[in-house]
């Protein structure tokens, strides 16, 4: 089933509108010579572990790549620590004083944190979490806001190798009382709340609901986040939650870097996957550094001087990658900011890119949307003439957003990387390269050095240029998921048997006569709404979990900003009244369950859902009738005339939005 729109993908593969880079931008790039690509292909190991000797390792390694598909190991044998990489190496260089993050909270405080600064915040943490009897291999949950306590106890982790579990500070009680017990973390990192637009996002109280049900919990660590604002403070329970501040007091600022394997575990960080079950995606310590801090390295052609800012949050894992690891691990200064981009006003971002002097700025697609229809006076308010680089990632990139950002943010002169990739990738696969690729607005180009892609048809055959078909990756690279935690069985049959050998990345793909790939979303029952993984089956499981509902069907609808938003289609149980408030109810009980990300755009009451014989929903044809096609293959369908009628009511309804 492939979501590919035909019309959207004809004016995509007519997109001519080459962008070569500047000689200038290519002279002194750090992926200045095309022979990266063959060199790449002729020696992937030799590439990737030359790459790898600009880590500091405890032990090198025996072997580059073990590969027995779907099992990989990187680097077995050779021990090293991610946070000792990230953190320490620069503190003990010429690096000590230069600035590693940059904080800029969302009501305008801000943070400046030195490699030095950050070691010995890290190296506190650590020793708390040991006093905390946090042990190497435990797992520690981190729900947090974007302050810079949330990067801090990751590396802390890191430094005693514990591995960390980050839940996105926007996802509900439900939803962390499930990552925390699928991962029987010890211990919990929260704060008494995170700022949002002014409001504050009640963290602990969140926290203190997932806690009634996770067992695994013994100690869980505040951070005093709003209450130094004159609010009154969160309750604590006795014996088992502490004070960030208080517990890092008495903390001693030494602390030895654990030595890790390179194939221990670093961290693992939930995704929606195509069941309402999320998945852990497992990503190792060697292979998991040295592809994050290669790619961005390369791809976002980082100097030493440059001021980095990647607008995605930690909770995701662009923050993970390209905020914390792949950055620190390069010595970069890291720029992390707290709030939205339209608080107080529209130009925030703009305004950051200016106080900061920012250089390399990397955002999503849908932010680009929202910033274009808010007009381009925010940017022009501002000087952003410090920008030399522009990346996006998430979400495929219209031509038209690629084209006012390249206009009114890089002012015509910075080139755009879009870089597609995936949590399970854990690393930018698809990229041009700043310096080597002319690029074609709304395509990621071409794979980075060493990764192969293919793009299949449903028997397993390369379908060759301007075909659609499902994008595998061919070769492994360094910093792919090892598994899914706990359930290995899962990971081989969701990534690796639909065509054995290959990893299905479960997007749709075309390449054109120049080899440009185009990336066309997903093809399975995964939504991306404004640049955020959702399944349809999770929203459609909070949505039955609703007294009043007997079935749901839930939808990706194409959407002008997010990408996609979602779209319900429910019928109610016997006796339940259709109505506006009750819409509402189901609205929120879905916002409650997982998160105000996943909160229906528009809820459509319908007294039969179109089925196939064997009692399949066909949400295909569902999203023909709320985006307004015609119908596709109805010939399946157990009851044909459900699905005119639907369609029809549908359209008597009006849009349901
Ligand atoms: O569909 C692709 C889309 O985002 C999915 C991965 O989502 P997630 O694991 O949450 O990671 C997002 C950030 C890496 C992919 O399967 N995607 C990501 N980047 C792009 C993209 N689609 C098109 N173009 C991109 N640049």
Redesign the pocket.
Known sequence: MMAVRQEKLEALLNETRLFAPSEKFRHGANAGDPAIYQKADADLTGFWAEEALRLDWFKRWDEVLEWNSPWVKWFNGGQLNAAYNCVDRHAASLRRNKVAIIWEGEPGDARLLTYGMLQREVNRFANALKSLGVKKGDRVAIYLGMVPELAIAMLACAKIGALHSVVFGGFSAEALRDRINDAQAKVLVTADGAWRRGNVVPLKANADEALKETPSIEKVVVVNRVGRSGRAPVPMVAGRDVWWDGIIADAPVECAAEPMEAEDTLFILY?SGTTGKPKGVVHTTGGYLVGTSTTHRYIFDLKEDDVYWCT?DIG???GHSYIVYGPLANGATTLMYEGTPDFPDRGRMWGIVEKYGVNVFYTAPTAIRSMMRWGTEWPAQHDLSSLRLLG??????NPEAWMWYHENVGHTQCPIV????????GM?L??PLPGLTATKPGS?TRPFPGVQVDILDEDGNSVGPGAGGNLVLTKPWPAMLRTIYGDPERFVRQYWSRYPGKYL???GAKVDNDGYLW?M??VDD?M?VA???ISTYEVESALVDHPSVAEAAVIGKTHDVKGQAISAFVTLKEGAQMSEALKEELKQHVAKKIGAIARPDDIFFTAELPKTRSAKIMRRLLRDIAEGRALGDTTTLADPTVIAQLRDQYESEGDAD
């Not at 996006?392 to 990139?397: F, L, N, Q, S």
């Not at 879009?418 to 990738?425: C, L, N, P, V």
């Open positions: 995704t995605a995701w894992v662009t996006t990632v998430g979400e495929p990139i879009d870089t597609w990739w995936q949590t399970e990738t930018i698809i990229s990621a990345t479960g997007d990336l979303g997903r995964v991306n640049g955020h993984r």
